[in-house]
């Protein structure tokens, strides 16, 4: 499970040092999310495979990376935390769930090509850790539609992905108040007035979304405050 693309920020190329799942949790640091991470791959793969941690074991070093502040273990938790909640809508829940884990794998805030290189990444190690080519290819696909978060209709794995993925902009507005300050650090290169104006485009673009939320869980529960928390920012921005 390599990524060369990132190599000079990434954890090591060779993934497969490492120690066995162990019964009853494992409790070392990450030790819930490699055992969520173990039972996805093996519902997903349905049979003998290698070893499942060392590909957690790598995916945790990666979301670890020093240059994160919002995208860190602590998003990956929360998105898996969201797909349980919609879980009901999609067609294949476990395989959004790997999708999940793989979105934000490659994460530069300097560079445009993030979620490309993450599905590449999905795409040479699913295999090499069991997964069939079918399963690997709709992984793929989902992590390649975070990219404009516009799922076609129809589309329930990617309704859920993407819905759980932006369900931070429906959070109280403490919690909004600290993604908006996290997204903020990890574009700390980005000059304050270069910031104001390209975050405000982002903003605007949301808000003249239809919808920014496709599950029926996500129109009725996230909708109303995500748009408040959305304008709330756009007017402090212009302040």
Excluded at 3 to 20: I, L, V, W
Excluded at 216 to 239: I, K, Y
């Amino acid at each position: 499970m390599s990524d060369s693309a990132t190599s000079e920020t990434g954890p090591s190329d060779d993934p497969r040092p490492g120690g066995d799942p162990r019964p009853g949790g494992d409790p070392r640091p990450g030790g819930a999310l490699r055992d969520r991470w173990s039972e996805t791959l093996l519902a997903v793969r349905g049979g003998a495979g290698p070893d499942p941690t060392p590909y957690a074991d790598n995916l945790l070093d990666r979301w670890a990376e020093p240059q994160r502040r919002y995208h860190t273990t602590a998003h990956l938790t929360q998105v898996l935390d969201r797909v349980d909640t919609l879980a009901g809508h999609a067609s294949d829940p476990e395989l959004v769930r790997l999708a999940v884990w793989f979105h934000d794998a490659v994460y530069r805030p300097d560079r445009s090509e993030n979620e490309e290189r993450s599905a590449a990444l999905a795409e040479r190690a699913l295999p090499e850790a069991g997964v069939s080519g079918a399963a690997t290819a709709e992984v793929a696909r989902l992590v390649r539609l975070t990219v404009t978060h516009d799922p076609a209709d129809g589309d329930t794995n990617g309704e859920v992905l993407c819905d759980a993925d932006l369900a931070i902009l429906a959070s109280a507005p403490k919690e909004y108040a600290a993604y908006a300050a996290q997204v903020r650090e990890e574009y700390g290169f980005v000059p304050d007035d270069a910031f104001r104006e390209g975050r405000s485009a982002v903003l605007r673009q949301l808000l003249e979304l239809p919808r920014l939320f496709r599950t029926p869980h996500g129109v009725r529960e996230w909708e109303p405050r995500a748009r408040q928390n959305l304008t709330t920012e756009l007017e402090l921005l212009s302040r």
